[in-house]
């Protein structure tokens, strides 16, 4: 009987072991994070490279961009998101926090960003967002096969269009001054095309760059006395401190054409830009689909926007005594004291 008694409770006590056993096996398997089901939560992780209205604008795209494939936050996505305020330091440090969090994707806006982003992780899918010159930022082996765990959204500006359109508002214009950082990668590949886009329409031109922000209210009063305009290629750095650039030139009524609509709306004269907004929409749809899998970073194009908007801002033009062509207004976006105050209001929305 004592026999028959050991062997059921063994009996029993195994059947419970194997229970608990393949309980917790099933329990595990379905929180593994490295498989996502259809009801689990997309993790996107985003660096900013610093904040400036056309960065800040990326970034709300990016959120709709993801909203339009289906990933929306306080239902099936959670965004991680850093931003990096132009620290180089804090951008490694934080790209190892996005990366340790083992996200879906990842989304670099700007190319410090993406670098930091692609310097700390090949296997995490990264989503360029607004890197002008992927290929020489050395993140993609090519725009149409990248290659490796790397595509996205280039945002490289027509410069050629847009000194034609400088040369179009100022037909007495001589020379262009070209202002940039000189520790932004970026920017020095669309400095030598605006300098040879002003020697095809005439003009001669000069560069001034900078190594920091605290520099560019001297440099700028300094390129008031030589040039004709000043032209801003696709930087953070001057772009983050634009308002300045504005003030000293408007000291000496020069007027500033940038790569970037948001930047004619900081007091910009004109610009032929790609929507900012629209560039970050496109970026987020990319992070979904290559979230869900449907995608391979390896084998997705860059995507490069073919055309862009003519942007004119009145108000400059006026303050600085500058008649805008009819030609240019029947096919332009005119800022007026109106729409800048819209704009400005749903960015705070």
């Known amino acids: 009987m004592k026999n028959k008694r050991l062997i059921t409770v063994v009996a029993l006590l195994f059947i419970y072991l194997a229970g608990t056993f393949i309980y ?4 595990e398997k379905s929180a593994d994070p490295n498989e996502k089901g259809a009801s689990q939560t997309t993790v996107i992780g985003v660096l900013q490279y610093v904040s400036h209205p056309a960065l800040d604008e990326i970034y709300r795209g990016i959120k709709a961009g993801l909203k339009e494939e289906g990933l929306e936050e306080g239902k099936n996505l959670e965004i991680k998101f850093q931003n990096g305020q132009a620290d180089q330091s804090k951008l490694a440090t934080m790209s190892q ?5 083992n996200p879906d994707a990842l989304i670099g806006i700007a190319t410090p ?3 930091s982003l692609a310097n700390s992780t090949t296997s995490i899918p990264i989503v360029l967002g607004a890197v002008t010159d992927p290929v020489g930022a050395g993140l993609v082996a090519s725009l149409d096969k990248p ?16 000194i034609h359109l400088a040369t179009q508002l100022l037909p007495n214009a001589k020379k262009a001054g070209i202002l940039y950082a000189s520790s932004e990668d970026n920017s020095k590949y669309q400095v030598s095309q605006a300098e040879e886009a002003a020697k095809k329409e005439g003009l001669s031109s000069a560069k001034y760059a900078v190594p920091s922000t605290n520099e560019i209210a001297q440099t700028v009063q300094v390129m008031s006395q030589d040039v004709d305009f000043i ?10 401190a634009m308002q300045t650039v504005v003030k000293e030139a408007n000291k000496a009524g020069i007027p500033v054409i940038p790569s970037v609509d948001t930047m ?7 610009t032929i830009g790609i929507n900012q907004y629209q560039l970050g929409v496109q970026s987020g749809k990319m992070a979904a689909s290559i979230a869900s899998g449907k995608e391979k970073p390896e084998t997705t194009p ?7 908007d003519t942007i004119i801002n009145q108000k400059q033009a006026d303050l600085l005594g500058i008649t805008v062509p009819e030609t240019l207004k029947d096919k332009a976006k005119i800022l007026t004291d109106e729409t800048t105050k819209e704009s400005t209001k749903e960015e705070s929305k």
């Open 24 to 27: 917790e096996k099933t329990t």
């Open 97 to 101: 926090q996005l990366v340790q969090a």
């Open 113 to 115: 960003a993406a670098q």
């Open 147 to 162: 290659g490796g765990n790397i595509t996205g959204v280039s945002d490289q500006p027509p410069v050629a269009a847009q």
């Open 231 to 240: 032209y801003i290629p696709l930087d953070n750095t001057i772009a983050n």
């Open 264 to 270: 004619v709306e900081q007091g910009g004269l004109a």
């Open 302 to 308: 860059v995507f490069t926007f073919d055309q862009g």
